[in-house]
Structure formats: C-alpha cells, structure tokens
C-alpha cells in the first residue's frame, strides 16, 4: 500500500493562489499589516481543506528551539508538585510549549537523573523550592524560580508563607494558647526557613508565648516520633504548629498514641492544603497555598522572559483555613468554667 502524504505548505500556497511566504505568514500568526485580512482567510480555509498540519519539529529546528521547558521539583511524592506542574503545563499548552519534569533533592549538587545534561535540550526552567546556585549547570538558560524567596538575579513567584504562618500563630493566639510546639521541616529550604522565622517572632510577641521546636523529616513516622517528644516534657504545647500538611498526620497519630484528642486536649495546624487536610478526622486547620496558581504564574513569567521581557517578581497569598483541629486550650475550658 503506497503511503499516504501529508499535505505542505506548497499545497496550501497552490490551493489559495497564493505564495508559500505568504503561507508561512499567515500560519505564523505574524501576517497582520503585511497580508490583507481576506488573504488570511483564504490561506487559513485551504490549510483547513486539506487537513494540513504545520511540522512543528522543522519550525522548531528552523527557530533553533526545542519549545520545551523543564520543570525541577524536590520530589515527586509530595502531593504539592503535581498542581504546580498542571498550572505550568496549562499555560504552556495554550503558548504551544511543553513541560518535562525531573527532581532535584535537597542535598544533590545537580539534577538527579536529569535527561537535560545541557542548556541546548531545553529553552527555559521553572525551579520550585530550590536555591538559584544550584542552577548552575543552566547558566545561559532563562530561569523563574518558585517558592524560592525574593532573588535579585531572577525572576521568582513565591508565596507568602511567612504572613500564613503569622495567621496561624494569630488563630491559636486568638484561641488562647500561649504554649506552642513547632514540629519543622528538617529541610533546607527558604519556604521552610521563612516560616519557622515567622513563627518564631509571632510567639515572641505573644505575653507569655512559649515556643518550643523539634524538626523532623516531611514523613508521618518522623513527624509523630517529633511530635511525642514535644509533647512529652513537663510543661507541653497546648497547641503543635507543623510545618506541612503530612507532617500534621504524624501529629494526629502522635496524639492518638498519648490518649489524647484533638482537638479538645490539643489543637494541630498545618501548611499547604493539599487534599490529605480535609481526609483527616477532625479535618485539619492549615495555610491553603495556590499550588496550581503558583505553576501558572512560573509559566506566565517564563514567557515573558523568553519573549525578551523583564517580568516582575511576584507574591501569592496563603490563606487560612480553620476547621476543626483547632479550638480553645483544655486549661482555658477548665478556667472558664470555675
């Protein structure tokens, strides 16, 4: 069986009577003032007559870009990343750009696995929750950093962890609870360091606020072992702070294992609110983070970048959302009621 051939642009020219430049115009979106709007027309009802497709791979090779860009992540466990990468391929999908992922742990000094060993493979990165030195087998390449903290040299997205977990130190303040335990990421990232750093002026602040603090691995088993041992001193938190959503099911468990509820002996936050925060019983207060804006908005930046343009950094807003794991201290009941 002789193989079926593809329409080209030569078959289009043909059909519309026109020339194969005028085709590439029309289909390159860049005729406006150089082609009449009726030529457009017709060059666009021929392309469609005959099911012609333009070769994206030769456009690609002919602009000398891949239209790829490469997302770096610390983990692909973590619930958070996957709505980063779907805010990021929404936008690239619209622009006709793809979005490859690889991850980037906290303690390698190059990307892990990456197929990318160069600048050539890819035209941009978007690197979320990483410091921007350790881009340094991109330089040359056109960077956006999420979630990273300000940095002068490129352009970020980030969040505003640090005004979430003043909300949060603000609701158990609110609350009544003086006696705070922190069960932190044990990971070097600016995230986390901004949100310990908030936290700990926040309790300062508070007369008779008392911060205690045990980091762990973001991991249920770790984040219960932390949280028993804050709990287990003389004078225990009335309230644990975590530092991620996951770890606030460690704190549940740790909980449940000392007989005591929340949120009536002890009330639990957490950060980010990814779907495990409504799963757990009593659905859990924590910092709701834009994964899927943040993503997007990467994106958008990169675009911009790529298309010679500054684009500013920006902040996304956390917001608070209060259910049920939190309420007033046990001690402050008792009081009440004598």
């Known amino acids: ?111 892990a696995d990456s197929p990318f060993g160069s600048d050539e493979a890819i035209d941009g990165v978007l690197a979320s929750s990483m410091a921007v030195e350790a881009l340094a087998e991109f330089r040359g390449t056109p960077v956006v950093m999420l979630d990273s903290g300000p940095d002068e040299a490129v352009p970020t997205v980030g969040f505003g962890v640090a005004d ?55 991991d249920v088993t770790a984040a219960k072992d932390a949280a028993t041992r804050l709990l287990a001193s003389s004078d225990p938190p009335t309230a644990l702070v975590c530092d991620d959503d996951l770890i606030a099911a460690g704190a549940y468990k740790a909980a449940r294992a000392l007989g005591l509820d929340v949120p009536s002996d002890l009330s639990v936050t957490g950060f980010d609110d990814v779907l495990l925060a409504t799963a757990l019983e009593p659905e859990l207060t924590t910092v709701r983070l834009p994964a899927e804006e943040l993503g997007a908005q990467g994106m958008t930046a990169l675009l911009d970048l790529l298309a010679g343009r500054r684009p500013a950094s920006r902040v996304l807003p956390g917001e608070l959302v209060a259910r049920a794991s939190t309420a007033i201290p046990a001690d402050r009941v008792r009081q009440s009621r004598v």
């Open 1 to 111: 069986m002789p193989a079926i051939s593809r329409p080209t642009s030569k078959d289009v020219a043909q059909e519309a009577g026109v020339s194969q430049s005028t085709v590439s115009l029309v289909l390159g979106g860049k005729w406006s003032g150089r082609v009449s709007p009726a030529t457009a027309r017709s060059v666009r009802s021929a392309a469609e007559r005959l099911g012609y497709r333009p070769n994206q791979a030769a456009r690609n090779l002919r602009l000398g870009t891949t239209r790829t860009v490469l997302l770096m992540v610390p983990t692909l466990t973590a619930p958070f990343f996957g709505p980063v990468y779907t805010g990021a391929a929404r936008v690239a999908a619209r622009h006709g750009f793809g979005v490859v992922v690889s991850t980037w742990p906290d303690d390698a000094v190059g990307p």
């Open 164 to 218: 979430g977990m003043r909300a949060i130190a603000g609701h158990l303040a609110g609350l009544g609870h003086r006696r705070i335990g922190h069960v932190a990421a044990a990971v070097d990232q600016w995230t986390f360091r901004a949100r310990g750093d908030a936290l700990t002026a926040a309790v300062a602040a508070l007369p008779g606020g008392v911060l205690t603090r045990d980091p762990c691995a973001i």
